[in-house]
C-alpha cells in the first residue's frame, strides 16, 4: 500500500520544477478536501462532496464532483458546482441515474437532485428553518431528515413564539447542559422526520417526537448513526434520552421506528448501560449491525461489532475476541460480509468481518482509511496518511487502484517529509511506538530543532493520517524534526493499554513521553536533542502543564493549546462530566478530590520555568478558555516568558482557513525564538 500513498508526490514531483520548496500552512489551507462518497448501484459512478477554501469569506464551500469508474484513466467532473452555493452529501437514486444531496441555494437549506449524466438541479424539500442533513431510502422515494426543533415537535415547520418585548437577554436553566462543545442550549433537540420525495410543499412526518434528545447526537453525529430497513418501513436510529443527567451519560440507545411515524420507537438496546451506536441494517432486510461498548460513562470504552437478528432479536457479539474498536460500518451488497475500519498501531486499515464466524481479516495496510463505499464488485474507499491528504482508492480482490489526485497540481514544486516508526520500552516494560518526521530540505549530516507534539484525547493516536489542525508535514516543512510517541492511553493498541491512563493522567504517559524521547534522540542522528520545543492540545495540552512542572529543564520552550491547567476548577466547569469524572476514577470531585488532585498541574507552579505560548478559544466548552487566561496568569505572575493568543469565533478546535494561518504563525514564531 506504500506506493499508493506516495503517488500524489510522485504525480506532485512528476510536475515540479527543479527546485523543490517545502509545504506551508497556506499550501495546507487551500488544499481540495474529498469526502461522503456514493457509488452508483450499477458501480459505475463515484460522486463525493469537495471543499474548496474561499480565503476571502473565511470559509470552506463545497461542490458535487463526480468520476467514471468504467473508463480506466477517467478524470474527475464536476457535477454541480454553483458560485457561492453549497451542495453536500450525495446519495443515488435506486435505479443510480438520479443524485439526491442537500443544499443551501439562496440561504435555504433544500433536497434537491441532479442526472449523473448533468444538467440542472431540481428542488423537492424546502423546510422553513432549515434542516442538518439527509439520508434516502433504499427505494430512493422519501428522505430522512433530520433539524434541530423544540422536543416533540409535531412537524417540521418551526413553531411561532410570541417575544416579550420587555424581556432581557439573559438565559435560564434548570438543568444540564446549559451548554454543549460550542453552543449554549436552546431548548431545541436535533429529530427526525421522514419526507415523501414527490413534489414541494409535502408534509414531514415526526418519527421520534416522544423521545427528549438528540438524534443523530451532538455534536459530532451525522447520518451514520441513522438507518433505513432494506424494505423502507423502519428507521434506526442511536439517541441518548437526556432526563436530568445527560452530561453524566454516554448511553446512547438503538431505536426502531415506523418511518410512517404511525408507532413510538422501540428501544432496541436497553439492556446495556454502556453507548450503543451505528446502526446499519443488512441489505436483505435480516440484520441489523451495530457496535456497543460495555461500560457506563467511558466515552473511549472497546466498540464492538453486535448482529441482531431482526426476525427474532437474538444478538450476537461478533468482534468480543478481536482486541480493536470498530470505528464504522458497511455491508456488503450481498450481506455476506462486513467491512469495518479500526485503529491498529499508528495505521487506520479496512477489514472484513464474516457475520457467521466473526472472523476478521485485514484489507489493507498503511494509512487512515476515513470511508468505505462496498460494490458487487469490491471497495471504494477514501484515505489519508502522514505525507497526503484524502483521495479515493479501488480494492478489487488484493488489488488496489489509486482513482484519483485531487491535490496534484496544488502540491507540485513541494517536497514532503519522511516519516520513520520507532518503538521502545516504556512505562511498565510495555511496547511503545512513536514517529519521526525528517525536514524534506534537511541536509545530510545536519541537525534539525525538535517540535515534541502530544496528541489529546487523552484515547487518541499520533497516527499516520493528515490533519488540517496539527499537521506533523507543515512543521517539517518549516525546518523542525518532529516526534510522537503513543504514550499509555493511545488507542490502536488494544483495550488494556487504552485504560492504563485513567487515574493516571501525569504518570504513565509522562514516563513514555521521557523514554520516548530519548529513544527517538538516541536512533535518528538528524535529532537535535538539545534543542527542542514541546507542543500539545487538550489532554496534550494539559500534558504541557505537567510537564512545566514535572519536567522543567527539558524544553527550550512549550506550546499549551486548550490545556488542563487547574482540575478541580475543570470538574465544574466542563460540559461533558462523565469524561472527568471517569479519567480520575468515576466520581465527582467533591467525592474524591484526591483523585484529582493527584495530577493537577496547578498544584506544581512553583517549579514552572519554560517559556509557553498559550492558546485558547472563547467558544471552547469542552476546556474553557478560563483554564487558559489561568495558566497564562500563573506564567505572568512567575515573570516566565510567555504569550496569551486567543480566539473569540473558534471552538475546541481552530477551523477557519485565517485562524489556522494565524495559528501556525504564532506557533512557529514561537518556536523559532527559542530555536533559533
Same mark, same amino acid.
Given at each position: 500500500?506504500?506506493?499508493?500513498?506516495?503517488?500524489?508526490?510522485?504525480?506532485?514531483?512528476?510536475?515540479?520544477?527543479?527546485?523543490?520548496?517545502?509545504?506551508?500552512?497556506?499550501?495546507?489551507?487551500?488544499?481540495?478536501?474529498?469526502?461522503?462518497?456514493?457509488?452508483?448501484?450499477?458501480?459505475?459512478?463515484?460522486? @463525493?462532496?469537495?471543499?474548496?477554501?474561499?480565503?476571502?469569506?473565511?470559509?470552506?464551500?463545497?461542490?458535487?464532483?463526480?468520476?467514471?469508474?468504467?473508463?480506466?484513466?477517467?478524470?474527475?467532473?464536476?457535477?454541480?458546482?454553483?458560485?457561492?452555493?453549497?451542495?453536500?452529501?450525495?446519495?443515488?437514486?435506486?435505479?443510480?441515474?438520479?443524485?439526491?444531496?442537500?443544499?443551501?441555494?439562496?440561504?435555504?437549506?433544500?433536497?434537491?437532485?441532479?442526472?449523473?449524466?448533468?444538467?440542472?438541479?431540481?428542488?423537492?424539500?424546502?423546510?422553513?428553518?432549515?434542516?442538518?442533513?439527509?439520508?434516502?431510502?433504499?427505494?430512493?422515494?422519501?428522505?430522512?431528515?433530520?433539524?434541530?426543533?423544540?422536543?416533540?415537535?409535531?412537524?417540521?415547520?418551526?413553531?411561532?413564539?410570541?417575544?416579550?418585548?420587555?424581556?432581557?437577554?439573559?438565559?435560564?436553566?434548570?438543568?444540564?447542559?446549559?451548554?454543549?462543545?460550542?453552543?449554549?442550549?436552546?431548548?431545541?433537540?436535533?429529530?427526525?422526520?421522514?419526507?415523501?420525495?414527490?413534489?414541494?410543499?409535502?408534509?414531514?412526518?415526526?418519527?421520534?417526537?416522544?423521545?427528549?434528545?438528540?438524534?443523530? /447526537?451532538?455534536?459530532?453525529?451525522?447520518?451514520?448513526?441513522?438507518?433505513?430497513?432494506?424494505?423502507?418501513?423502519?428507521?434506526?436510529?442511536?439517541?441518548?434520552?437526556?432526563?436530568?443527567?445527560?452530561?453524566?451519560?454516554?448511553?446512547?440507545?438503538?431505536?426502531?421506528?415506523?418511518?410512517?411515524?404511525?408507532?413510538?420507537?422501540?428501544?432496541?438496546?436497553?439492556?446495556?448501560?454502556?453507548?450503543?451506536?451505528?446502526?446499519?441494517?443488512?441489505?436483505?432486510?435480516?440484520?441489523?449491525?451495530?457496535?456497543?461498548?460495555?461500560?457506563?460513562?467511558?466515552?473511549?470504552?472497546?466498540?464492538?461489532?453486535?448482529?441482531?437478528?431482526?426476525?427474532?432479536?437474538?444478538?450476537?457479539?461478533?468482534?468480543?475476541?478481536?482486541?480493536?474498536?470498530?470505528? /464504522?460500518?458497511?455491508?456488503?451488497?450481498?450481506?455476506?460480509?462486513?467491512?469495518?475500519?479500526?485503529?491498529?498501531?499508528?495505521?487506520?486499515?479496512?477489514?472484513?468481518?464474516?457475520?457467521?464466524?466473526?472472523?476478521?481479516?485485514?484489507?489493507?495496510?498503511?494509512?487512515?482509511?476515513?470511508?468505505?463505499?462496498?460494490?458487487?464488485?469490491?471497495?471504494?474507499?477514501?484515505?489519508?496518511?502522514?505525507?497526503?491528504?484524502?483521495?479515493?482508492?479501488?480494492?478489487?480482490?488484493?488489488?488496489?487502484?489509486?482513482?484519483?489526485?485531487?491535490?496534484?497540481?496544488?502540491?507540485?514544486?513541494?517536497?514532503?517529509?519522511?516519516?520513520?516508526?520507532?518503538?521502545?520500552?516504556?512505562?511498565?516494560?510495555?511496547?511503545?511506538?512513536?514517529?519521526?518526521?525528517?525536514?524534506?530540505?534537511?541536509?545530510?549530516?545536519?541537525?534539525?530543532?525538535?517540535?515534541?507534539?502530544?496528541?489529546?484525547?487523552?484515547?487518541?493516536?499520533?497516527?499516520?493520517?493528515?490533519?488540517?489542525? @496539527?499537521?506533523?508535514?507543515?512543521?517539517?516543512?518549516?525546518?523542525?524534526?518532529?516526534?510522537?510517541?503513543?504514550?499509555?492511553?493511545?488507542?490502536?493498541?488494544?483495550?488494556?493499554?487504552?485504560?492504563?491512563?485513567?487515574?493516571?493522567?501525569?504518570?504513565?504517559?509522562?514516563?513514555?513521553?521521557?523514554?520516548?524521547?530519548?529513544?527517538?534522540?538516541?536512533?535518528?542522528?538528524?535529532?537535535?536533542?538539545?534543542?527542542?520545543?514541546?507542543?500539545?492540545?487538550?489532554?496534550?495540552?494539559?500534558?504541557?502543564?505537567?510537564?512545566?512542572?514535572?519536567?522543567?529543564?527539558?524544553?527550550?520552550?512549550?506550546?499549551?493549546?486548550?490545556?488542563?491547567?487547574?482540575?478541580?476548577?475543570?470538574?465544574?466547569?466542563?460540559?461533558?462530566?462523565?469524561?472527568?469524572?471517569?479519567?480520575?476514577?468515576?466520581?465527582?470531585?467533591?467525592?474524591?478530590?484526591?483523585?484529582?488532585?493527584? @495530577?493537577?498541574?496547578?498544584?506544581?507552579?512553583?517549579?514552572?520555568?519554560?517559556?509557553?505560548?498559550?492558546?485558547?478559544?472563547?467558544?471552547?466548552?469542552?476546556?474553557?478558555?478560563?483554564?487558559?487566561?489561568?495558566?497564562?496568569?500563573?506564567?505572568?505572575?512567575?515573570?516566565?516568558? /510567555?504569550?496569551?493568543?486567543?480566539?473569540?469565533?473558534?471552538?475546541?478546535?481552530?477551523?477557519?482557513?485565517?485562524?489556522?494561518?494565524?495559528?501556525?504563525?504564532?506557533?512557529?514564531?514561537?518556536?523559532?525564538?527559542?530555536?533559533?
Amino acid at each position: 500500500m506504500k506506493h499508493l500513498l506516495l503517488a500524489g508526490a510522485a504525480l506532485a514531483s512528476a510536475a515540479a520544477p527543479a527546485l523543490a520548496r517545502d509545504l506551508t500552512i497556506q499550501d495546507v489551507a487551500t488544499l481540495s478536501r474529498v469526502g461522503a462518497p456514493a457509488v452508483s448501484p450499477d458501480g459505475k459512478w463515484l460522486v @463525493w462532496q469537495q471543499r474548496e477554501t474561499d480565503l476571502a469569506a473565511n470559509r470552506g464551500r463545497y461542490d458535487l464532483w463526480r468520476l467514471d469508474l468504467s473508463k480506466k484513466g477517467a478524470l474527475p467532473e464536476k457535477l454541480v458546482a454553483e458560485a457561492d452555493v453549497n451542495e453536500t452529501g450525495p446519495q443515488f437514486s435506486a435505479d443510480g441515474a438520479t443524485v439526491f444531496f442537500q443544499s443551501d441555494k439562496g440561504g435555504v437549506d433544500s433536497i434537491q437532485s441532479v442526472a449523473i449524466t448533468g444538467g440542472a438541479a431540481r428542488a423537492w424539500f424546502t423546510p422553513k428553518g432549515g434542516f442538518s442533513g439527509v439520508k434516502l431510502s433504499p427505494d430512493g422515494t422519501r428522505a430522512l431528515v433530520w433539524a434541530d426543533r423544540k422536543p416533540g415537535a409535531p412537524t417540521i415547520e418551526p413553531a411561532m413564539e410570541k417575544k416579550d418585548p420587555n424581556a432581557g437577554s439573559g438565559r435560564t436553566f434548570d438543568k444540564m447542559f446549559v451548554r454543549h462543545w460550542d453552543t449554549w442550549a436552546n431548548g431545541e433537540r436535533s429529530q427526525l422526520f421522514v419526507v415523501p420525495l414527490r413534489q414541494e410543499g409535502v408534509t414531514a412526518v415526526p418519527i421520534a417526537a416522544s423521545l427528549d434528545g438528540d438524534t443523530p /447526537s451532538k455534536p459530532f453525529g451525522g447520518g451514520e448513526e441513522l438507518s433505513w430497513s432494506a424494505d423502507g418501513k423502519t428507521v434506526y436510529f442511536a439517541l441518548r434520552e437526556a432526563g436530568r443527567t445527560e452530561p453524566l451519560s454516554t448511553n446512547l440507545d438503538i431505536f426502531a421506528a415506523p418511518a410512517d411515524g404511525s408507532a413510538a420507537p422501540v428501544n432496541l438496546t436497553a439492556d446495556n448501560d454502556g453507548m450503543d451506536n451505528l446502526p446499519t441494517a443488512s441489505p436483505d432486510g435480516k440484520w441489523l449491525a451495530y457496535f456497543a461498548m460495555k461500560r457506563p460513562t467511558y466515552e473511549a470504552d472497546r466498540q464492538v461489532l453486535m448482529l441482531r437478528n431482526l426476525a427474532t432479536g437474538e444478538v450476537r457479539a461478533l468482534t468480543e475476541a478481536w482486541d480493536r474498536s470498530v470505528a /464504522s460500518i458497511a455491508w456488503a451488497p450481498d450481506s455476506r460480509t462486513i467491512y469495518v475500519t479500526a485503529q491498529d498501531t499508528q495505521e487506520e486499515p479496512i477489514f472484513s468481518v464474516d457475520p457467521t464466524s466473526g472472523k476478521v481479516t485485514r484489507l489493507t495496510q498503511e494509512g487512515a482509511v476515513s470511508a468505505v463505499v462496498p460494490t458487487k464488485s469490491g471497495l471504494v474507499f477514501s484515505m489519508n496518511s502522514l505525507t497526503g491528504p484524502d483521495d479515493f482508492y479501488r480494492l478489487t480482490g488484493k488489488k488496489t487502484e489509486r482513482l484519483t489526485s485531487v491535490n496534484a497540481a496544488k502540491l507540485a514544486g513541494i517536497d514532503l517529509p519522511k516519516v520513520e516508526r520507532f518503538s521502545f520500552k516504556g512505562a511498565n516494560n510495555d511496547t511503545v511506538w512513536g514517529y519521526a518526521v525528517r525536514p524534506a530540505s534537511l541536509a545530510e549530516g545536519k541537525k534539525a530543532p525538535i517540535a515534541f507534539i502530544v496528541h489529546g484525547g487523552p484515547q487518541g493516536s499520533s497516527n499516520n493520517s493528515w490533519s488540517y489542525r @496539527w499537521n506533523p508535514a507543515v512543521f517539517a516543512g518549516a525546518g523542525y524534526a518532529v516526534v510522537s510517541v503513543d504514550f499509555h492511553g493511545s488507542t490502536g493498541y488494544g483495550q488494556a493499554f487504552s485504560d492504563a491512563i485513567r487515574n493516571n493522567w501525569g504518570g504513565w504517559p509522562l514516563e513514555d513521553l521521557q523514554k520516548g524521547l530519548k529513544a527517538a534522540t538516541d536512533k535518528f542522528a538528524y535529532l537535535d536533542a538539545d534543542n527542542a520545543c514541546a507542543l500539545g492540545a487538550s489532554y496534550g495540552g494539559y500534558m504541557m502543564n505537567w510537564i512545566e512542572g514535572q519536567w522543567p529543564d527539558r524544553f527550550k520552550c512549550i506550546v499549551q493549546h486548550d490545556g488542563v491547567f487547574d482540575a478541580r476548577a475543570m470538574a465544574y466547569e466542563t460540559e461533558e462530566l462523565w469524561f472527568d469524572e471517569w479519567e480520575h476514577g468515576g466520581k465527582a470531585y467533591y467525592e474524591d478530590p484526591g483523585a484529582f488532585e493527584k @495530577w493537577n498541574p496547578v498544584n506544581h507552579v512553583t517549579a514552572w520555568k519554560t517559556p509557553q505560548l498559550v492558546i485558547t478559544s472563547e467558544k471552547d466548552f469542552r476546556i474553557p478558555y478560563t483554564q487558559g487566561l489561568a495558566a497564562f496568569t500563573a506564567l505572568q505572575r512567575r515573570e516566565i516568558p /510567555s504569550k496569551l493568543l486567543i480566539f473569540p469565533d473558534e471552538n475546541h478546535w481552530v477551523l477557519k482557513p485565517k485562524n489556522s494561518m494565524q495559528w501556525y504563525g504564532e506557533v512557529l514564531g514561537w518556536l523559532g525564538k527559542y530555536t533559533k
